[in-house]
């Protein structure tokens, strides 16, 4: 059986302070204008009755991926591991699949000419035992990685202390990143 | 333009210099050479895209950077890093850093330059440094950095010259909360978020003035349910949002809030009795001060209902010792800054949170452990620096008789600078000497700056940048950044006696030199080169770890030296015993409650013990000696106050330029409520003009729900004129140009909150 990854994004932990899309992009050579991974804050409410809501934005790693179903040329493809990948050699930059994907997480590189988003930098550091570079950088611990299958690890750990929401679930795609909703936020 | 290299010459350059970088400073004479061998090398060191200095990791394939992350050595950073740290690196590579020496050839200012070699450049600032010495006297040379290695540099080259005129960039941050500590504890105190139950935090923004070991602890603390934070703030920043509770306070008026909490916990006798009676003096006299200072009293000034007070100084004294009322970095700063900043301190001292856990702590330096141990545990190190004694008048009276006797001489007033130029008085200034200081971006009335400049004879700056204040240069030295360069041993002691090192990750690209190499230079050249134990960063660092090579070992291959000392507090007796069984020696500190009590009473205070009243700021201040209401106003009559404060992406004057960061915020549009937009009829984006007696500028508007109707706030170190800068040349607006030179009495501090108009476009 392959491994069972999960990223867990805790939004009470999360500054916003964007050292996460940094260091995907230097990790990664993300081209100008482009973005694997984002946070974004929104402020709510009226003054002086405000919350803040965090939102990372990226791919979430479907275990059903509506960006492989429709790809054409089979350039988009799920590992043993689940997770998603894009052979550059086979995309045709025909967009089918940034349409489909539900989280807007796929662009195309402008220099490449190819569709591209977040890997888990499975190649430079997962397939190395190395963490994501978005975790391992986080100022504030709000990312946490690992294989369920373990009971020891950080992910397993909160997924059984934490409610986890995961993204768009009533669409069934069965996302590998989870989110612990803010406590201080603001709803509405 | 010719002096900015084409970025593929850069990683042309970064690449032939591959088989250089990973030989991390050869001649160490005990060590020999150490290299990291392997794929991936990994150089540990110290970040420089702040003032923080967080250890931090690099790890390079084939001499090019890669990724820039935390250094987990040290334990409290983890692999953490903030988003200024990981992007080092797109500084490194920058197109638009300066790579070679420049001459103006223009008028000072008119941005006309060539190129020169380090060898002719450094000549010509020692030839002409050593003729304003003769002509003029060394005093007419004033030094200026900012704080780090730099200063440390730049204040011994000082000295060697001649000069007394140093200046650190303390005046235009933090010094007030420096003063208010000098005068308080006589040393500077740390926090213990880690263990902290409840925190009353005053605009201290550690979400968007990063220090990551800190950061982190406050974020787990927010996090956490069982603990409370309250956030006074004007403008709702992300400290706020994760806050339990936002107050949004009115500008400038943090000092009537405190003394409310003081009066109310003096009234109620709800303060720690035997801490204070044991530990402090002058008690009766701020039970005086704050007699009047009610809840309902600082209601009109503050904003805040009178009960708000009343119910957080309850819960603040059920919290106790383990609540923090955080005193922040710099803050809502008026006139009253240095009142502000002591009434702070003392709210701590009454929750009697001193020398406890989850309360504020005594640095526990090396020097401090040993002396409680009774024997060497941890190194203790040589000052490389050596500083002579110059009795000389300053230009801004620090440290002298007037009014900025309590400033100290090491730091100086920044805003008193243009004036002592224009006036010559008490003397002719004729030559400055920069190095990594912005004052064009960072410090008041730079309009006045700009006039004082242009009156100097030679202006020498070493930057990375053709920053803004470069631009008045003679003399540009490019500095190497702090990825190329290796530096002496710094001290990172909060808890525990810990150092880090600033190693070289990859070798300097072009020609670039470091700050080390070119002071050391410049003293060779004019005759200072004796003032010196050392000659290079090398016999620097063996100079200052007294030839131990174990500790340098260590700083190379891990970047940070820690020693195993168990971290305690003087007046926790069970730390206080776990120390004590490790070093039994120090059992003769011990005293009848199980504490190191005497820390606390043998400070360097005049008393020895925690000044609540200070006598000598009293005899020369009237009614300063305690905190009271003073000074608080900081709208000058007119309708807004704007503030200024950080974002997690930039850092005050010096990263508005570097690529990956632009990207991520490229300007600075003014944060204004819907309503006061809607009464001066702008929309989001609109341009405005603010206005106040000093400056009429262009602005954008930023329209949010997140701040008071009569404030506005702007993030710093934009609105930059130098041309060179060409990804935020133009772009925003520079606050420091609204700011007044007028500083806060005793301490000196420039003073941030200030009143404009909104004029429509």
Known sequence: MGKQYRLIYDENLCIGCQACSVACRVENSVPDEVYRLQVHLHTKGEFPNLGMNFERLSCVMCENPPCVSVCPTNASFQSKDGLVHIDERACIACKYCILACPYHARFINPLKNVVEKCNFCYETRVSKELLPACVSICPTDALSFGDMRHKHSLVHQKSHKEVLVFPKAHLGTKPKVAFIPNRKGMKS | ?761
């Not at chain 2, 970095?329 to 301190?345: D, P, V």
């Not at chain 2, 700056?449 to 930057?463: G, H, P, S, T, Y």
């Not at chain 2, 206005?691 to 706030?713: S, Y």
């Open chain 2, 1 to 761: 333009m010719a002096y900015f290299q084409a970025r593929r010459d850069f990683l042309k350059l970064a690449t032939k210099s591959a088989t250089a970088t990973v030989l991390i400073p050869g001649s160490l004479g005990a060590l020999g050479e150490v290299a990291l061998r392997g794929e991936d090398k990994f150089v540990r060191s110290i970040c420089e895209m702040c003032s923080s200095r967080c250890p931090m990791e690099a790890r390079v394939i084939n001499g090019k950077t890669v990724l820039l992350q935390g250094n987990a050595f040290a334990k409290e950073m983890g692999t953490s890093l903030c988003a200024k740290g990981v992007a080092g690196s797109s500084q490194l590579y920058d197109s638009q850093r300066l790579v070679s020496p420049l001459i103006r050839v223009g008028k000072r200012g008119e941005n006309r330059w060539r190129e020169a070699s380090f060898e002719e450049a450094l000549n010509l600032v020692s030839t002409k440094l050593s003729a304003l010495k003769e002509r003029y006297g060394a005093r007419s040379v004033i030094f200026s950095s900012k704080t780090g290695e730099h200063y440390d540099l730049l204040r011994s080259f000082a000295s060697a010259f001649g000069s007394p005129n140093v200046f650190s960039h303390w005046s235009s941050c933090p010094i007030a909360i420096e003063s208010a500590f000098h005068h308080t504890f006589g040393e500077k105190l740390h926090r213990d978020f880690e263990n902290a139950t409840y925190i009353l935090n005053f605009g201290h923004n550690l979400f968007e003035g990063l220090d990551i070991s800190l950061t982190k602890a406050m974020a787990h603390f927010c996090a956490n349910p069982s603990k409370k934070l309250v956030v006074l703030d004007p403008r709702f920043s992300i400290i706020a949002a994760k806050a339990d509770e936002w107050h949004s306070i009115k500008p400038g008026s943090d000092l009537a809030f405190v003394l409310a909490l003081l009066h109310v916990w003096i009234r109620d006798g709800k303060f720690d009795h035997t801490f204070v009676e044991q530990y402090t003096i002058g008690f009766d006299a701020l039970v005086d001060a704050v007699k009047e200072t009610t809840p309902q009293w600082q209601q009109t000034r503050t904003g805040i209902d009178a009960s708000v007070v009343e119910r957080i100084a309850a819960e603040l004294y059920a919290a106790t010792p383990r609540c923090i009322i955080d005193w922040g970095h710099k803050a809502t700063t008026t006139q009253a800054e240095f009142q502000r900043s002591r009434a702070i301190l003392i709210a701590n001292i009454l929750m009697g949170n001193v020398e406890k856990e989850g309360g504020i702590y005594l640095t526990k330096s090396a020097k401090r452990v040993n002396a409680l141990a009774k024997e060497s545990i941890v190194p203790e190190l040589n000052d490389p620096f050596p500083r002579l004694q110059i009795n000389e008048p300053r230009i801004d009276g620090a440290g002298e008789e007037g009014a900025y006797c309590f400033v100290s001489k090491q730091h100086g007033v920044l805003t008193a600078i243009p004036e002592a130029i224009l006036s010559q008085k008490p003397y002719e200034i004729k030559g400055w000497f920069l190095t990594r200081h912005n004052p064009l971006i960072t410090v008041a009335d730079p309009q006045k700056m700009k006039e004082a400049m242009e009156q100097l004879e030679f202006i020498v700056v070493n930057d990375i940048y053709l920053s803004d204040t470069a631009m008045m240069a003679d003399v540009i030295l490019p500095e190497c950044t702090y990825l190329e360069r290796d530096e002496g041993i710094s001290t990172l002691t909060c808890k525990v006696p810990t150092y880090a090192m600033r190693n070289k990750i990859v070798a300097p690209l072009h020609e670039n030199k470091s700050a080390i190499e070119i002071i050391r230079a410049l003293a060779e050249r004019m005759g200072y080169g004796s003032h010196y134990a050392w000659k290079n960063s090398s016999e620097l660092r063996a100079f200052q770890a007294k030839g131990n090579a174990e500790l340098l070992q260590t700083l190379l291959l891990r970047g940070v030296a820690s020693f195993d000392v168990p971290f305690f507090c003087a007046r926790e007796s069970s730390l206080v015993e776990r120390f004590c069984e490790r070093y039994p020696k120090s059992r003769a500190w011990v005293d009848a409650q199980g504490c190191f009590g005497h820390l606390l009473t043998h400070l360097k205070t005049p008393s020895g013990k925690i000044e609540i009243y200070c006598d000598a700021v009293e005899k020369i201040f009237k009614g300063y000696g305690v905190p009271r209401s003073v000074d608080m106003d900081v709208s000058q009559g007119l309708p807004y106050v704007l503030t200024s404060g950080k974002s997690a992406v930039h850092t005050n004057g010096h990263t508005q330029n570097v690529p990956y960061l632009s990207r991520l915020l490229s300007s600075n549009p003014i944060w204004m409520h819907p309503s006061t937009a809607k009464a001066h009829g702008l929309k989001m984006g609109d341009t405005f003009y603010l206005q106040n007696a000093i400056a009429k500028e262009k602005a954008t508007v930023f329209i949010t729900e997140g701040i008071r109707p009569d404030t506005l706030f702007a993030y710093m170190g934009f609105g930059r004129d130098a041309p060179s800068l060409a990804r935020t040349h133009g772009k925003g607006t520079n606050v420091s140009k609204f700011l007044s030179l007028a500083s806060a009495p005793i301490c000196g501090a420039m003073i941030t909150n200030v009143g404009v108009n909104i004029i429509k476009a």
